[in-house]
């Protein structure tokens, strides 16, 4: 029988349009990069990202063009990322703390024609302009007072293009499968790769995302995401926020304790970063007996989420904790630490150990751990395997890769181990390339590394796999300490012992002042690995 359903295409101008036609009035609370905080609308900013898909298109912008976007999460940011798109052309999302050799790599790679870009962040871009050949108009996000002057000709002021346009611009329409954003993942070995999401996977991820048991998000939240949008698809929450109909409060540029707490205090009911980020803010909380008065569920990934900081946030400030897991080629979110019936039953310690794990995957997204030879391995909650994943908004291709990401079957290596529970839960022991093999077993760095920042004097600690003349590699492990520290390697042994079987304890500690970061604020094996070859550091057997 023929279709006799509405052809509703799913673009990402759909978002935009429900939020404005029946969520017009809700609050948008922003930290503008100038300073101060102002309040605007999904109306508002449906109204300035018709007048900037207009302005993009006077640029001689087609459909399908590039456009690279630099900015810190304001509301003005949720404009651009309406209004690109809107005008037929694709969001590539620019990280600033990339090097500038990678970020010179990524224009030129994605051949972006526009670059949008934060007046703070100029600099960046004035030092690189020259080697970006595709770039042929850069705009930068400021009114005209806070206009700087640039050594780049003819920058264009977002404000005032704006004000030259009206809102009476039609969205231009396509295919659901056309694309709609591009990330890069950081490229930790290699150069990045792009990712390229639709407007399709977009929607489609954002509709799961929303869901009761992924973010249950709805009109009455207000949601902060400290996620930068630039990592990883911005967690989708540029999507899911307006979808929901939901208010929302963009922290801008400011990531201290301090600025978050003061952003999560005007009614954030979500909020979403990497634990990084929150062990921060607790410190924080707690050195200054402060409460949050509002929050009620914070969404923390990225990287794995210590147990000690689960219970914080339950216990001392009454907030839910849903670890995830995901990744840029997931569009990100993959799985999700919601209670399935099954748990409720569990003693209130057990819960926690569960949200050790990062939960199981929504609608969409399928999972399975494998051995190296792809043979398909229990989900008893053991076994460890090689993570692949399978769905609608997982990447089959990288941008201009011409080999498939995916095997014949269509599923994507993540490059994670994992185990799988019987209930689907999924706990992530590690990146296949971090795991530390001792003697035949693997070792979870994850593990070692949650156990040790369980201790109140350590800040950060970072477990390697080091050469082994009889183990083929032994772990140790890096840590920075508080202030004034002088807790001893025995005592962090001592400690470590509740938490990971003997056998499995590092071999050795390392104190350092500080554990090298990537762009995206995780701990950098890499250059770990560097510090410690210029140190010219061995086992101690060897
Ligand atoms: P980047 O490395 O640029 O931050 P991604 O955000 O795509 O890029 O990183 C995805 C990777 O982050 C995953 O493959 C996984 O290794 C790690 N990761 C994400 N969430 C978690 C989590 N909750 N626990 C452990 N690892 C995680």
């Known amino acids: ?26 609050k948008i609370i922003s930290r ?44 003005r940011h949720l404009e651009i990322w309406y209004g690109v798109p809107g005008s037929g052309a ?40 020259s080697s970006c050949k595709t770039v042929q108009n850069v705009i930068v996000i400021s009114d005209l007072d806070n206009m700087p002057k640039s050594t780049i000709p003819d920058i264009i002021c977002y404000e005032e293009l704006l004000k030259e346009q009206d809102e009476d611009f039609e969205w231009i329409k396509g295919d659901e499968k056309e694309a709609c954003g591009i990330c890069y993942t950081s490229g930790t070995t290699g150069n990045p790769k792009g990712v390229v ?58 990531m201290t304790p301090e600025a978050l707490f003061e952003m999560l205090e005007k009614g954030v009911t979500v909020t979403a970063a990497v634990p990084t980020i929150w062990l921060l803010l607790l410190n924080y909380l707690k050195s200054n007996q402060l409460k949050l008065s509002t929050l009620e569920r914070v969404i923390i990934g990225g990287s794995s989420c210590p147990r000690a900081v689960i219970e914080t946030f339950q216990k001392d400030f009454g907030v839910q904790v849903l670890h995830a897991w995901g990744m840029t080629e997931m569009s990100p979110l993959g799985t999700i630490c919601s209670f399935k019936p099954e748990i409720l039953e569990l003693s209130e310690e057990q819960k926690i150990s569960i949200q050790e794990t990062t939960g199981h995957p929504p609608f969409t997204v399928e999972l399975k751990i494998t051995d190296d030879n792809g043979n398909k391995l229990p989900n008893d909650g053991i076994t460890q395997g090689k993570l ?15 080999n498939k990401a995916v095997d014949n079957f269509g599923w ?25 093999k001792s003697g035949g077993e693997w070792i979870s760095s994850i593990d070692l590394e949650n156990a040790a920042v369980g201790h109140p004097e350590i ?40 938490f990971v079987a003997k056998w499995q304890i590092p071999d050795d500690i390392i104190f350092v002042d500080q554990i090298p970061h990537t762009a995206t604020g995780k701990i950098s094996k890499i250059d770990l690995r560097k510090v410690l070859e210029k140190k010219q550091y061995t086992h101690p057997d060897l």
């Open 412 to 436: 994507f290596d993540t490059g994670d181990v994992a185990t799988i529970d019987k209930n689907g839960y999924m706990r992530i022991t590690d990146r296949s390339k971090d795991i530390i």
């Open 197 to 254: 999401y639709t407007h399709r996977s977009n929607v489609l991820h954002a509709m799961t995302s929303a869901s009761p048991d992924m973010l249950n998000l709805s009109s009455r939240d207000r949601v902060m995401p400290v996620v930068p949008l630039f990592h990883a698809n911005g967690w989708s929450i540029g999507y899911t926020a307006p979808l929901a109909g939901a208010s929302m409060v963009m922290p801008g540029r400011e």
């Open 90 to 129: 694709i969001n590539h999302t620019l990280n600033p703390r990339l090097f500038s050799q990678q970020l010179t790599y990524i224009i030129n790679h994605a051949e972006d024609k526009v670059l949008i870009i934060d007046y703070d962040l100029l600099p960046i871009v004035e030092q690189i302009i």
């Open 1 to 26: 029988m023929d279709n006799l359903m509405q052809p509703f295409s799913l673009r990402v101008s759909e978002i935009i349009d429900h939020a404005a036609r029946y969520h017009p009035n809700r």
């Open 388 to 402: 692949w994943s399978r769905g609608a908004a997982v990447v089959q291709q990288y941008l201009k890769i011409d």
């Open 459 to 498: 800040v950060e600690a970072a477990a390697l796999g080091v050469t082994h003349p009889k183990w083929d590699e032994r772990p140790i492990l890096v840590v920075v300490t508080k202030e004034n520290s002088n807790i001893s390697k025995e005592q962090i042994f001592k400690f470590m012992e509740s």
């Open 32 to 75: 503008n990069i100038e300073g101060p905080i102002i309040e605007t609308s999904w109306i508002k900013i449906y109204k300035n990202s018709k007048k900037l898909s207009k302005a993009l298109i006077k640029l001689g912008i087609n459909k399908g063009d590039r456009i690279g976007v630099m900015a810190w999460n304001t509301a």
